[in-house]
C-alpha cells in the first residue's frame, strides 16, 4: 500500500517536472548575426545573394497613403513574416502573398524576413528553384523599389557569442534565452504551440527547427544534449507571437 502511495508520488513529481514551464527572459538582438548588406533598385532572391539555406532580411522605405492598404508579394519562398518599423503585421508563403498593412499615413520601414525551408530536388519544379523573394512587391498596386537584402547568420553564429540582455517589449525578431532544471537528463519534448517559426539550441547545441504551419508542435531533445540539474535554452523567433514560455513534455505534442 505505501510502496505505491510512494511510486504514485515520484511519478506525479516527475510529470510536474516534465510539465514545468520555460520562462524567456532575456533576448539578442538580430543585429549581431547580420552579413554584409545587398543594395539594388529591384529583389534579389536568394540564390544572387549567395544563400543556399537559412535567413535573409529585406529592408525599404514605403509611404502609405491610407490607414490600411494592401502589400502583395509576386514570389516568396518559403515564409515570410512582415513588419512595418518593428511592427509585425503578419506572415506570407507562397499560398498566402497579400496581407494588409495597417498604419496611420507617413513613411515607415518595411521589414521582410524570408525563411527558406528547402529547396526542391527532384522532378519538373528542380528548374524553377529560386528562394527568398524575386518579381515584385506592391503596396495599394504601387511597387516597391530601392531594396537592401541583408543575409542572416543563423545557424552558423556561435552561440555563446550572443550578447543578451533583459527582454524588454519589443516585437522584432531576435534570439531568446531562458534556463530549465532537470533531476535526471533523459529525452524529452520541448512544446512550442503558439510560436511562429525558428530554431532552437539546448546547451548551445542546436536540436532542431519549427513552423507553425506543421502538425506537430514540440520538438525531440536527445539526452545526451540534456544536463542533471540547470540547462541552458536559446531559440531564434522569426514570427515575433510575444511568447514569453515554453513547456517540457514527455510526449511530442501535435495540433
Known amino acids: 500500500m505505501w510502496r505505491k502511495i510512494a511510486l504514485g508520488v515520484t511519478m506525479l513529481a516527475s510529470q510536474t517536472l516534465m510539465a514545468q514551464e520555460i520562462v524567456f527572459n532575456q533576448k539578442a538582438a538580430l543585429a549581431q548575426v547580420y552579413q554584409k548588406a545587398v543594395e539594388a533598385d529591384g529583389l534579389l532572391p ?12 529585406y529592408l525599404a522605405e514605403i509611404t502609405t497613403q491610407a490607414e490600411s492598404e494592401d502589400l502583395e508579394l509576386e514570389n516568396v519562398r518559403d515564409y515570410a513574416s512582415v513588419y512595418v518599423d518593428g511592427k509585425l503585421q503578419g506572415r506570407l508563403t507562397d499560398n498566402h502573398k497579400k496581407i494588409v498593412i495597417k498604419t496611420t499615413p507617413g513613411k515607415y520601414l518595411l ?8 529547396r526542391i530536388t527532384y522532378g519538373p519544379e528542380i528548374t524553377d528553384n529560386s528562394k527568398g523573394l524575386f518579381g515584385e512587391v ?21 552561440i555563446k557569442d550572443l550578447k543578451f540582455e ?3 517589449e519589443a516585437a522584432t525578431p531576435g534570439f531568446y534565452k531562458g534556463t ?21 539550441w539546448i546547451n548551445q547545441k542546436y536540436v532542431g527547427s519549427y513552423w507553425e504551419e ?6 525531440l531533445i536527445p539526452a545526451e544534449n540534456l544536463m542533471q540539474g540547470e540547462n541552458e535554452i536559446v531559440v531564434f ?9 515554453m513547456k517540457l513534455s514527455q510526449t511530442p505534442v501535435f495540433k
Request: aromatic share 10%; hydrophobic share 35%; glycine share 8%.
Open 46 to 57: 536568394m540564390n544572387d545573394l549567395n544563400v543556399d539555406f537559412g535567413y535573409v532580411l
Open 237 to 245: 523567433e522569426l514570427k515575433n507571437n510575444q511568447q514569453k514560455t
Open 111 to 118: 521589414q521582410i524576413y524570408v525563411e527558406n525551408i528547402g
Open 138 to 158: 506592391t503596396l495599394d498596386g504601387n511597387e516597391i523599389s530601392n531594396w537592401k537584402m541583408i543575409p542572416l547568420n543563423i545557424k552558423k553564429f556561435p
Open 180 to 200: 530549465f532544471k532537470l533531476d535526471e537528463a533523459k529525452k524529452t519534448y520541448l512544446d512550442i504551440s503558439g510560436w511562429g517559426m525558428g530554431e532552437v
Open 214 to 219: 506543421e502538425k506537430q508542435r514540440s520538438i
Open 166 to 168: 533583459s527582454r524588454k
